[in-house]
T-cell receptor
């Protein structure tokens, strides 16, 4: 079946450090891949997405590249800020055989804490 | 109000109580979702409604009963819950469900504690 595995947290970094959160997936069909972010006390927000192999999603300085050969979609940011402290979720949506897009399947989430 | 709102934000209930969670979206969307977020577990999809019709029930126990009276409102009726049902319940909406991917917009959630 379809599944998403992301690195266990929590991740604690100093401000301006480089961030990588690993995400790998298992899917049938042609999945689209996503990163969602959940700030404290809020719901999830879509951070970025990629819909086909080799696509790069980017937003707010975050990037992730859809790597079909390694079934990965790692999240990166060159210089994190205290305001980036949140829980990050990797997710996929696999296209059904009928061509319609399936529901979102989430990883367990990775909590990021950035210290000043 | 804008976006997706959920009430109450916090709820404590006994195992014999009956309560309801409410979700309202102000985005003109046609699909609404209930998710369960438990500690140390992936976000679990519970129900999907598309144009007020339930299109998915992800093997959810019958003590959870959803209701979608119109495309803007979604309820989750709770009765005889168990302590393991304590979690954050998230509501989301999207333009529609199925077809192409439609971004889901999430509410802030209801933190439920079952004593």
């Amino acid at each position: 079946g379809n599944s998403v595995t992301q690195m266990e947290g929590p991740v604690t970094l100093s401000e301006e450090a480089f961030l990588t959160i690993n995400c790998t997936y298992t899917a049938t069909g042609y999945p689209s891949l996503f990163w969602y972010v959940q700030y404290p006390g809020e719901g999830l927000q879509l951070l970025l997405k990629a819909t086909k192999a080799d696509d790069k999603g980017s937003n707010k300085g975050f990037e992730a590249t859809y790597r079909k050969e390694t079934t990965s979609f790692h999240l990166e940011k060159g210089s994190v800020q205290v305001s980036d402290s949140a829980v990050y979720f990797c997710a996929l949506s696999a296209r059904n055989y009928g061509g319609s897009q399936g529901n979102l399947i989430f990883g367990k989430g990775t909590k990021l804490s950035v210290k000043p | 109000e804008t976006g997706v709102t959920q009430t109450p934000r916090h709820l404590v209930m006994g195992m014999t109580n009956k309560k309801s969670l409410k979700c309202e979206q102000h985005l003109g969307h046609n699909a609404m979702y209930w998710y369960k977020q438990s500690a140390k577990k992936p976000l679990e999809l519970m129900f999907v409604y598309n144009f007020k019709e339930q299109t998915e029930n992800n093997s959810v126990p019958s003590r959870f009963s959803p209701e979608c009276p119109n495309s803007s409102h979604l309820f989750l009726h709770l009765h005889t819950l168990q302590p393991e049902d304590s979690a954050l319940y998230l509501c989301a909406s999207s333009q529609d469900a199925g077809g192409g991917f439609a971004e889901q917009f999430f509410g802030p959630g209801t933190r439920l504690t079952v004593l």
